[in-house]
């Protein structure tokens, strides 16, 4: 999965320093970045294409994995573990090696539509944390 930068949450976590002590801070990324992961994989999930009939493999094979921290980044990876979600991910040729089969772009899509919300996500979640 792409990353997203807390740059600008960890500068908030020095300005509100006595208000949110650093192991609610930390906490509180590990649910922001849940919460991103969750929306990133219902989306690619949504985006990925099924075949007609017997189609379902690729969505169901779409995963989110838990979430990892230590003191400098918190993440999250979606992932699809079926061998050939890579070629309808990004593309591939032609099994005559003639043309060009585009990519779905599903993840990529799906990472670009939460980075467009994730502000909102994580300003809620800051204001949620700092009412408690």
Known sequence: MGSFNFESLKKLKKEFGGVLPASKFYTLMED??????????????KRTPE??????????????????SNPKSVTIDVYNAVPY???????????????????????????????????????????KALKK
Do not use: C
């Not at 922001?32 to 999930?45: F, K, S």
């Open 51 to 68: 075949r007609p009939k017997n189609g379902g493999t690729l969505k169901r094979g779409w995963k989110l994995s838990k979430v990892k």
């Open 32 to 45: 922001i970045t849940e919460e991103l992961g969750g929306r990133v994989l219902r989306n690619v999930v």
């Open 85 to 127: 979600a890579i070629y309808v991910e990004k593309g591939h040729r032609t099994k005559n090696h003639r043309g060009w089969v585009e990519g779905k772009f599903m993840l990529e899509k799906a990472e670009n539509d939460v980075k467009q919300v994730m502000r909102i996500v994580i300003h809620n979640f800051v204001l």
